[in-house]
């Protein structure tokens, strides 16, 4: 009995040995045919489009690229499998393309050059392989745009918020040093620009001097000398101060008499210490005007219409007057 299980089970080792061969042939045949049909299959020709890199060089009379031009070129190209699958799967060098050479017979058209991409096919055949030919190239047009470099000056502009802590203030106009800059870029950048902003900056519970580094805005494709600037900024402490003056009338006719009471105002207002003692009634200038009469009112709107700078705070009393207009 158990021989006959033992020569049972070895016919079915030589069974499933056999079996397992003609698995290995077949497979190593399909393998075999797969790769005879793909080889086959890649000798013949396509067409693709490869997205290549483009590098553009040698710009005429020492102008420079002031748009973005395309950093790829979409190439609709026919050659044999094995040349388009190397194109597909491998990187390359860009191609270079002569600014001046291909807009040499062109004019341009407000500034741009428009060129064909057409036109370039042979010169961009002639850096790539002999083994595949370009048929298209997109985008269908280039727009190039040219141009050349200056330099201006501009002021800068303060974008600033200070808050000082009670009592004290500005002594002297917040600045910058330097006040102004030099701008280089492209003409056509150039010519919006009219000044150079600073950065936002926040100073709070301010009192006295300060002196800081700032940046400037940084407009695109330009340079700025110098690339920031000193914010400088005077404190001091403020007081109160009051002053009596006369009151003008204005519009007044020459023959009309006319007599104001009170005939004077006081303006109190608060000033630097270091100002102090330079502020007199002459720095103001307070008026009615006559051409604002109007009937059953007996007073006048006190109007300030000169002042000091730097000077806070500025109240009259009283803010009308009335008065009387004398006839013969």
């Known amino acids: 009995m158990n021989k006959n299980f033992t020569e049972i089970s070895d016919y079915v080792k030589v069974v499933k040995l056999r079996n397992n061969k003609r698995v290995a042939v077949f497979l190593i045949c399909l393998a075999i045919a797969t790769t005879l049909w793909f080889l086959n299959a890649l000798g013949k020709d396509y067409s693709a489009t490869v997205s290549y890199p483009v590098k553009y060089v040698n710009p005429p009379g020492k102008r420079f690229l002031a748009n973005n031009t395309p950093v790829k070129l979409d190439l609709k190209i026919q050659g044999q499998g094995f040349t388009i699958l190397r194109y597909r799967m ?5 191609i270079i393309l002569d600014i001046e ?17 057409k036109d370039l096919i042979r010169e961009i055949s002639s850096q790539l392989s002999s083994e595949i030919q370009i048929n298209e190239i997109n985008p269908e047009i280039l727009e190039i745009v040219l141009d050349s470099l200056i330099t201006k000056t501009v002021p800068v502009e303060l974008d600033i918020q ?12 917040i600045k910058t040093v330097p006040g102004k800059v030099n701008i280089t870029g492209p003409a056509i950048v150039l010519e919006k620009i009219q000044v150079l902003k600073t950065k936002v900056n926040v100073t709070n519970k301010l009192e006295s001097g300060l002196s800081q580094e700032i940046e400037l805005i940084h407009p695109e494709r330009t340079t700025i000398s110098p690339e920031k600037v000193n914010l400088i900024i005077e404190a001091e402490k403020y007081t109160e101060k009051e002053l009596k003056i006369p009151i003008e009338i204005i519009h007044k006719p020459d023959k009309v008499q006319i007599k104001l009471f009170p005939s004077e105002v006081k303006i109190l207002f608060t000033v630097g210490l270091s100002r102090y003692e330079t502020i007199k009634p002459a720095d103001f200038g307070v008026s009615v005007d006559y051409n604002s009469i109007v009937d059953n009112v007996n007073n ?3 109007l300030l219409h000169k002042k000091p700078g730097f000077i806070q705070g500025i109240r009259l009393n009283p803010e009308k007057v009335e008065f009387l207009i004398e006839t013969n």
Do not use: A, R
């Not at 050479?101 to 991409?117: A, D, F, H, R």
């Not at 200070?162 to 106009?173: D, G």
């Open 90 to 94: 491998m990187s390359f060098s860009p």
């Open 101 to 117: 050479q291909v807009t040499n017979n062109l004019e341009p058209n407000s500034g741009i050059y428009k060129v064909q991409s």
């Open 162 to 173: 200070v808050e000082f802590v009670p009592q004290f203030n500005l002594k002297n106009p």
């Open 300 to 302: 006048l709107d006190i």
